[in-house]
Nanobody, 124 residues
Framework: QVQLVESGGGLVQAGGSLRLSCAAS????????MGWFRQAPGKEREFVAA????????YYADSVKGRFTISKDNAKNTVYLQMNSLKPEDTAVYYC?????????????????WGQGTQVTVSS
């Protein structure tokens, strides 16, 4: 069993930056590929970014490509989401998710473990 705890959310002005962290429990973090998803009010949860278990290959939603960066530190059991040039439409609850395996996945159903979410609000 893996437990995920997100942190780093908050209120920021448009154009600003935030870094989200997701700390994982357990000794097998290095065997998990990780993803970030978000859910805005009244909308379905959507994929944001993913990274393979080694921390090598990454994949991004078109809406965040070039602005967000996902990274993974297996020594610290933590995955990060660096968010730059934030826009009001990035406002959402952000969730990290984990899955055993090497492949990047972009759909919710492919992830077994989820954090509780952290709120990101971008003001215009």
């Amino acid at each position: 069993q893996v437990q995920l705890v997100e942190s780093g959310g908050g209120l920021v002005q448009a154009g600003g930056s935030l870094r989200l962290s997701c700390a994982a429990s357990g000794r097998t973090f290095s065997s998990y590929s990780m993803g970030w998803f978000r859910q805005a009010p009244g909308k379905e949860r959507e994929f944001v970014a993913a990274i393979i278990r080694s921390g090598g290959n990454t994949y991004y939603a078109d809406s965040v490509k070039g602005r967000f960066t996902i990274s993974k530190d297996n020594a610290k059991n933590t995955v990060y989401l660096q968010m730059n040039s934030l826009k009001p439409e990035d406002t959402a609850v952000y969730y990290c998710a984990g899955r055993a395996g090497v492949l990047v996945r972009t759909t919710e159903d492919d992830y077994y473990y989820w954090g509780q979410g952290t709120q990101v609000t971008v003001s215009s």
